[in-house]
């Protein structure tokens, strides 16, 4: 069984606080172990969690907002000194390509680990992957910001009884799931009349941003959904202003988009008190609602139950 999880490595905005550090956040994928906007203390986060350097293979970043940013440098130089021996992909929007060269080169070290950087061009861009397609959309926020969505592609599930009844049995099952069809004493038998589609996992990644097209694209149909809610709507004229979601924007967002599992984060620390939060989504959002904490695991919720045919 693969696995599909996301780490909470910190959960704070701009500021860390007592309980809560900087962001920073682990997909774990099948065989992709994904380290979105690592801010500072990322490193040591990391070895509480029990992810290790060499497990990750893809570094995603939103913006060069130090708070999304500051701990790529110890990060980076943390896969060299572990000799991580597989190629780490990164990406980033590419007009912050000489932010991400200082913080790459950000003090001297000896670089053995091979990163492997794509930054994100334009919106859409799309970067294929083993088990699904990563997907960056532009955001709203005062400076180029793009959030990322994982797809994977819908798949079939053969029924038993519907291929016993056609007698379809051993090779000729995976021949027909292979080719879409199979002929039978003249008769073609088609993939879909012996099974149901299974919708493929949907995991989006929405930081640092106003309400824009790009958050609702990014939203649509997610199993799990870690969204920004760094104020309530008491700020959210303030919110506006600054390029940011209230936890009652993010939640509607989510009711909307049909989303499974909603996690709120990246919290201002002007709130003391973080149910606040969960109050506040909760008159939008009646589906699974994590309110992120520091070293939290989250599991992508199980698959959606395949639609009738
Ligand atoms: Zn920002």
Known sequence: MSMRELVVLGTASQAPTRARNHNGYVLRWDDEV????????????????????TDLTRICVTHFHGDHCLGLPGTIQRLSLDRVPHPVAVHFPAGGADYFARLRHASSFHETAELAVEPIEADGQRIELRHGTLEARRLRHPVETYGYRLLEPDG???????????????????????????DLDGRRV???????RRPGQRFAFVMDTGLCDGVYALAEHADLLVIESTFLESEAALAAEVGHLTAGQAARVAAESGVRRLVLTHFSQRYADSVRFADEARRHFDGDLVIAEDLATVQVPPRRVPSAE
């Open 156 to 182: 079939c599930r053969m029924l038993p009884e519907r291929l016993a009844a056609y007698g379809i049995a051993g090779p000729a099952v995976g021949e027909l799931h292979r080719t879409g069809h199979l």
């Open 34 to 53: 994904i380290l979105f906007d690592p801010g500072e203390g990322s490193q040591r986060q990391l070895l509480h969690t029990g992810v290790t350097a």
């Open 190 to 196: 088609t993939r879909d009349e012996v099974s149901v």
